[in-house]
Nanobody
């Protein structure tokens, strides 16, 4: 059974940092693209960042470029999202996801096969 479990969310002031972690089990982690999505109240789930299997190439939503960094540790079956210079508009539930697909689908939530339960990130002004 595949499980993705996020951790590391919380309440932080604007300008602060958080590091989200996602522990994966039940899948051949190293052969999956891994992504981070977020969903704010009343809004659709949106792509935040992703890291490919193999080369570990990274991809970001424009609004988080230069502030967020995604990384993975295949030996530990872990994927991380380091979030710096947080803004109130970053407030959302953050989800970890994994899938196998062509890189052109990386930003599409429907391309991912497995999802975590989410972790709340709240950034106060």
């Amino acid at each position: 059974q595949v499980q993705l479990v996020e951790s590391g969310g919380g309440l932080v002031q604007a300008g602060g940092s958080l590091r989200l972690s996602c522990a994966a089990s039940g899948l051949t982690f190293s052969s999956y693209h891994m992504g981070w999505f977020r969903q704010a109240p009343g809004k659709e789930r949106e792509f935040v960042a992703a890291i490919s299997w193999g080369s570990g190439r990274t991809y970001y939503q424009d609004s988080v470029k230069g502030r967020f960094a995604v990384s993975r540790d295949n030996a530990k079956n872990m994927v991380y999202l380091q979030m710096n210079s947080l803004k109130p508009e970053d407030t959302a539930v953050y989800y970890c996801a994994g899938g196998r697909f062509t890189l052109s689908a990386l930003v599409l939530a429907r391309a991912y096969d497995y999802w975590g339960q989410g972790t709340q990130v709240t950034v106060s002004a």
